[in-house]
């Protein structure tokens, strides 16, 4: 595409979200992606030569809007957080005694002076593991930490003039900024603590007054946990609580300057450790701003200092860190509110307007006030401004609402207002004038965040003037060429971090030509952006930017795509060579819509470059997965986009956001979809679990984040497709199993593999709950000793070549069943060394079974043979034999112990093990590799007989029929993959949510159902369907594939009206067609077959793929057409035959006398075929010798048909297919015909004979009918399931 943004961008600019209602999670959102704009200005004068290259030098100023962040799972919630300014290298603790360790409890006691009981924590040196001393949580870092036990008061640390170095290694001065920082683990949850300065002069009416102006505050922070350690930091100036009166009063002894904590508002204690001071500027050399330290009449307006300045009485808010702008903001929860003193600094009748940048959460929306109030001590009652000694004077610049918005920052503009007249004149003199911002009625829910405070018009540091908002107009004007910049200026267009485009023009409000700033200080939200060229102004070609609560449209709309090498480095893209006219076809597409602004390439391009591109199938829902393990979904973190320069020397982007496939029935999807599904699933942004109650009563959970979004596109083999199915070998092959239709959303399955990684993981993340017991909490561990078990093997105790001697299973015999064997390759041997001595006939049959065994285990085998067959068997010579060596096409395979490598729980045994010590170092103590080397020591039957325990001592992992290798040996092995849920529930932790969660994130990968459960090699049958075709993006009116709600899935915005769509698509096939005898005739059909859009007439493919089975077959068999529109799920919905049931069925389980559905079974009598009367050869109406008119169907033939069409149930649901609604079923292809519910007695037909006359019955079919001459077979791949029997799930 030519043009830089999309509706797609636009989406993930309002807001980034995730979850989904539907499939058991909460919705979950993150602040969008951006646009931002850097200036480069080439050092240099520019040169025409273009062998010149400049040295771009980027805008590096300040961004006060808030900054895009990628989801994070670190909680910041209660940081006051990074510093908010650029700090000079860090510079050393000038406080001593600020971490706690190398001193005495009394030198520490007396260096943190306290007005309220305070004790050391030390760890006690005699316990080597700290995790066994109670103190350990109660101590940050080192040994030592100080305790506030409880009541109300401060602790402070002497900072003033004459402190000796062991206390303050430098001393402070006026003007030096100080970075304060430390950790507090707080007793009691959400509470405050506040770190401020005391100041103590004679000169001052109290020696300890506080300034008025709240300067002494430098932070307040919020803990909201109890009993966990937060780091407290923030930036403080020193000069400004020195001063009282306009005079700077240092403080002339130690303790005349100090730096105290306190909890506020209550009496709960807390803990501190690891304190630090560091000088970061000293006097003139300022790390902060002027506008950090003072803007207009606020100081502090950003938070750059925390909390200084802001008034910190015990109603006020508190700062906390925002990972969205990445820097403190301030935060107002109910009744809170931020106050400032600002008489000092603002100007007497004055004219003020300023904004504020807001975010809301916890609440749809809040009555925001600001008000100014001056309280005045009036000196004349009379003349003065009130007729009493104190007046209070108020102003209200701003009473607004605010709303959510999806948790974005937002700009709020007060109005216009006058500071109060000129009140220097007036008898008296204001004793403070506050200002303060509260909200009215909030939810204790909601959350408040205010940020970066700036001023409007002439006390605008950028003379920024704001007039009436401006005017929302859907068509901006031309782009004015006198706004061009110099040709060596331009501007860098990026989106989410990434390049878009290069402008030479800034981006200016449409209507009242404001020129927006370009200098990267900025970033603007999308809100709306017509997909074309902003340069075709002749087009509606809208691009606005959110701005004052409006969608505000942007001069010269979306702008088109551009890269100069000159000002951006090519190496840092990804560029595509398309320049090449002979070996390059670029087409443009869509030209009615994009004015030529989409291009479809039309030939290969061979070139190594293309290796190192995003991949498009990584593109929105993926998180990470086997291919991709570091991967996020790119909506919050995009791939880098991925230009092309053209023949004619422009650029475009590479639009990655419809990957489109083909899955007709010449050209079956080759994977089904399979790499969509798998890159689709939304793990990564799943809640978790889900709870469910077991038949004991015992809450259990099972992995619920396992979900995918785009669906399996193959259809199972029907009567339509089955001759054009395709076999395919992908890996990723996915298909739709019927056996799994009850839930047809789950494509995909969560699957452990037992490789030496997830057994050496296993014991730990298995331990994740763990819990020592504690006052008010019993112990817990449930963590699992399992261990794939080496070194087993053949002995005397369990096998010695005769029948009394053999204790366990041998390959060639098995006490009363077929005999299973385990094989391992042994690639050092040859044929001349991989010799034995058995019958030749068991070397056949043990061969033959290696060769076709179809066991996908990469480092053993496992294989059965049927004694009850005599080809089948080992000669009884060799039946007690063991450990051979068979020598195979593939090479030499050696018989090992029928359990080497199996898996094995041993946690029983760890805990009642009879060894005096336990637990048993020698067993744990392979809980972190998983593999564990049976003793020679021990014989064999030992090991035989702790499996058959009383109690279970050890106890084998089975391979469940959701394992990939549940074959002919149900213990899972070394190698083997097992689905989470069936591996939690069989270990014991299903009823552990920490555990399971821990196994699902540590040990679990994504795989597709159908390859876990039922695929056993040979490859997966494909299939497509009759009613879907190649997709022809030449086609001009195409299909937008955007969804209105990235989490709703089916929520389409292309169009409102599916109904109309459905008419309109129809209306232009009729008309246009060029098969228009075949129109007609299918018009005929539809006439008489009355399929109508009475039920879901949305449903847009639904009614159209209905009338497409008379388009098909207009010219075709009237038999083939009602069959197809009896297993057509339009015909079941309508007519009720979809999930109509035989009496026997409904009697056998339910114990219920309902009959099958009769609607059908009359209307395909009396509307499709023989009517109600029979007809002479004319056409006319029969009739009997009595001139009555004969009948051609009664109430028995109704009943009769009722029982022929049950059974019927619809196919599951797929992808690559057009819905309305996400639904488990497919309202598109064919129904099925569930065996189980159908009536199998004998139905009678309306001629009096019997339906299936002429057939034999199973029962007289002779031996081995399926080998017999014209048996028919049906190919199913790899697939294990029969496709026209299963065994029904009562």
Not at 1083 to 1090: K, S, T
């Amino acid at each position: 595409r030519k043009f830089a943004f999309t509706d797609y961008d636009v989406q993930n600019s309002r807001s980034l979200r995730w979850g989904n209602v539907e499939l058991g999670s909460s919705y979950q959102t993150q602040v969008g992606h951006k646009v931002t704009v850097e200036t480069v200005t080439l050092s240099g004068v520019p040169s025409a030569s273009p062998s010149i290259s400049f040295m771009p030098s980027l805008s590096s100023a300040p961004s006060p809007l808030p900054t895009t962040a990628s989801p994070t799972g670190t909680p910041t919630e209660s940081l006051t957080g990074k510093p908010t300014i650029s700090m000079a290298p860090t510079a050393a603790n000038i406080l001593g005694f600020a971490d706690m360790e190398d001193a005495t409890d009394q030198q520490i006691l007396n260096a943190w002076p306290a007005k309220l009981p305070t004790a050391v924590i030390r760890l006690d040196p005699d316990i080597t593991d700290p995790a066994l001393d109670p103190n350990t949580p109660l101590v940050h870092s080192g040994s030592t930490a100080l305790e506030v036990i409880e009541g109300r008061g401060f602790v402070m640390r002497q900072i003033g003039g004459d402190c000796p170095a062991s206390r303050l290694k430098e001393p402070i001065s006026a003007g030096d900024q100080l970075r304060i920082s430390f950790w507090v683990r707080m007793k009691a949850a959400n509470k405050v603590i506040v770190l401020y300065t005391g100041h103590y002069h004679e000169s001052k009416p109290k020696p300890w007054a506080i300034q008025r102006d709240d300067s002494n505050i430098i932070s307040r922070t919020r803990i909201n946990k109890a009993n966990e350690w937060t780091r407290i930091e923030a930036v403080h100036t020193v000069g400004d609580d020195w001063t009282w009166d306009s005079e700077l009063l240092p403080p002339e002894k130690c303790n005349h300057y100090q730096l105290r904590i306190r909890a506020d508002a209550t009496t709960a204690g807390y803990y501190l450790d690891d304190f630090k001071v560091e000088k970061v500027a000293s006097g003139s050399a300022s790390a902060l701003t002027a506008r950090d330290v003072s803007y207009g009449f606020l100081k502090n307006p950003d938070f750059a200092m925390s909390f200084q300045y802001w008034k910190a009485i015990s109603a006020a808010g508190d700062t906390v860190f925002d990972a969205d702008q990445g820097k403190e903001v301030a935060r107002l929860k109910r009744n809170r509110r931020l106050m400032q003193n600002i008489v000092a600094e603002a100007i007497p009748g004055e004219k003020y307007q300023f904004a504020f940048w807001a975010k809301l959460s916890g609440t749809a929306s809040v009555t925001t006030n600001i008000i100014v109030r001056m309280r005045f001590e009036n000196d004349d009652i009379v003349n003065g401004p009130c007729g009493r000694v104190t007046c209070n004077i108020f102003l209200r610049p701003l009473t607004t609402t605010i709303e959510s918005k999806g948790r974005q920052w937002q700009r709020i503009v007060s109005d216009e207002f006058t500071m109060f007249g000129n009140y220097t004149k007036w008898p008296g003199k204001p004793s403070f004038i506050l200002f303060t911002m509260l909200t009215k009625d909030m939810a204790s829910s909601g959350e408040l965040r205010v940020s970066n405070f700036e001023f409007l018009g002439e006390h605008s540091l950028t003379g920024e003037v704001i007039t009436d908002s401006p005017t929302i107009t859907t068509v901006p004007s031309m782009q004015p060429s006198n706004m061009e910049a110099p040709d060596y200026v331009r501007y860098i267009v990026r989106y989410a971090g990434e390049i878009r485009t290069v402008i030479n023009y800034p981006f200016q409000v449409d209507k009242t030509g404001e020129i927006l700033p370009m200098d990267g200080s900025k970033q603007y939200q999308l809100c709306e952006v017509d997909e074309v060229e902003g340069k075709y102004g002749v087009f509606p070609n809208r691009m606005g930017f959110f701005m004052g609560g409006k969608c505000v449209p942007i001069r010269g709309g979306n702008p088109t795509v551009h890269i100069d090498p000159i000002f951006v480095n090519m190496t840092d893209i990804h560029l595509l060579d398309l320049t090449d006219e002979n070996s390059t076809t670029v087409t443009p597409i869509n030209v009615e819509q994009t004015y030529g602004g989409d291009l479809l390439l039309e030939s290969a391009v061979d070139d190594e470059i293309c290796e190192t591109f995003p991949n498009p199938y990584d593109n929105d829902y993926r998180g990470a997965d086997a291919m991709n393990p570091d991967d996020v979904p790119s909506r919050f973190d995009p791939d880098p986009p991925v230009f092309a320069e053209l023949p004619d020397g422009s650029y475009a982007l590479y639009d990655s956001r419809l990957v489109t496939v083909e899955n007709s029935l010449e050209n079956p999807t080759p994977d089904g979809g399979g790499k969509s599904v798998l890159r689709s699933t939304i793990r990564a942004q799943r809640d978790g679990f889900t709870a469910r109650v077991s038949t004991s009563g015992r809450a259990e959970f099972f992995v619920f984040n396992d979900h995918n979004i785009a669906l399996c596109n193959n259809e199972q083999p029907n009567f339509l497709n089955r001759e054009s199915c395709v076999l395919t070998y992908d890996d990723n092959a996915c298909v739709k199993e019927y056996e799994q239709s009850t839930n047809t959303f789950i494509d995909v399955q969560l699957v452990m593999t037992f490789d030496e990684e997830t057994l050496a993981k296993m014991h730990n993340a298995t331990r994740a709950s763990y819990r020592e017991a504690s006052p008010g909490f019993a112990a817990r561990d449930n963590s699992r000793y399992i261990y794939s078990v080496k070194n087993l093997r053949f002995d005397d105790s369990i096998a010695n070549g005769t029948l009394a001697g053999t204790k366990i299973d041998l390959p060639c015999y098995r006490a009363g069943g077929n005999p299973t064997s385990r094989w391992i390759p042994r690639p050092d041997l040859d044929a001349s060394t991989c010799v034995n001595s058995l019958q030749e006939n068991t070397v056949a049959v043990l061969k033959h079974e290696l060769e076709t065994s179809n066991d996908e285990n990469p480092y053993m085998r496992d294989i059965v043979l049927w004694n009850q067959i005599e080809e089948d068997a080992c000669n009884e010579a060799d039946l007690y034999e063991f450990g051979m060596l068979i020598m195979t096409s593939e090479g030499c395979w050696e018989n090992v112990h029928p359990d080497y490598m199996s898996l094995f729980d041993f946690t029983n045994y760890v805990a009642a093990h009879p060894m005096p010590t336990t637990p048993d170092i020698s067993i744990t103590g392979f809980k972190d590799i998983g593999f564990m080397d049976y003793p020679d020591s021990h014989p064999m039957s030992y090991f035989e007989d702790l499996k058959k325990e009383e109690g279970v001592k050890i106890r084998s992992l089975e391979r469940y029929v959701y394992s990939t290798t549940s074959r002919v040996n149900q213990n899972a092995r070394y190698g083997d993959k097992m689905v989470v849920d069936q591996f939690s529930k069989m270990v014991g932790i299903s009823n552990d949510r920490i555990n399971l969660l821990a196994v699902a994130d540590d040990l679990g990968t994504m795989m597709l159902s159908n390859q876990v459960e039922y695929n056993r090699g040979g490859g997966t049958l494909v299939c497509g369907s009759p009613d879907e075709v190649a997709p022809d993006p030449r086609l001009d009116d195409y299909f937008d594939g955007l969804e209105a709600d990235q989490a709703c899935f089916g929520c389409q915005s292309s169009y409102v009206n599916y109904y109309q769509q459905k008419q309109t698509v129809w209306t232009m096939n009729v008309l246009e067609a060029e098969d228009q005898l075949c129109q007609r005739m299918s018009w005929a059909l539809y006439e008489h077959l009355n399929v109508g859009i009475t039920t879901a007439p949305d449903n847009t493919e639904t009614n159209l793929y209905s009338y497409d089975i008379l388009t098909r077959n207009c010219f075709g068999s009237y038999f083939d057409i009602l069959k197809e529109m009896v297993y057509n799920p339009k015909i079941g919905e309508q007519f009720n035959s979809v999930g109509s049931t035989s009496a026997r069925q409904k009697w056998d389980v339910h114990k219920q006398l309902v009959l099958p559905d009769e609607n059908l079974g009359r209307e395909i009598m009396q509307l499709f075929t023989i009517g109600m009367h029979e007809l002479n050869y004319d056409g006319t109406e029969a009739r009997d010798e009595f001139g009555r008119l004969i009948q051609t169907y009664d109430n028995y033939d109704i009943m009769t048909n009722a029982r022929v069409l049950t059974g019927f149930h619809y196919t599951a649901r797929r992808g690559n297919v057009e819905e309305l609604f996400r639904s488990n079923k497919s309202r598109m292809d064919p129904m099925r015909i569930d065996i189980d519910a159908h009536d199998f007695f004998p139905k009678a037909s309306v001629d009096g004979n019997w339906i299936g006359d002429r057939y034999p019955l199973c029962v007289d079919l002779p031996k081995h009918h399926f080998l017999k001459i014209g048996a028919s077979f049906r190919f199913r791949g790899g697939s294990s399931l029969p496709q026209s029997q299963y065994v029904p799930a009562h």
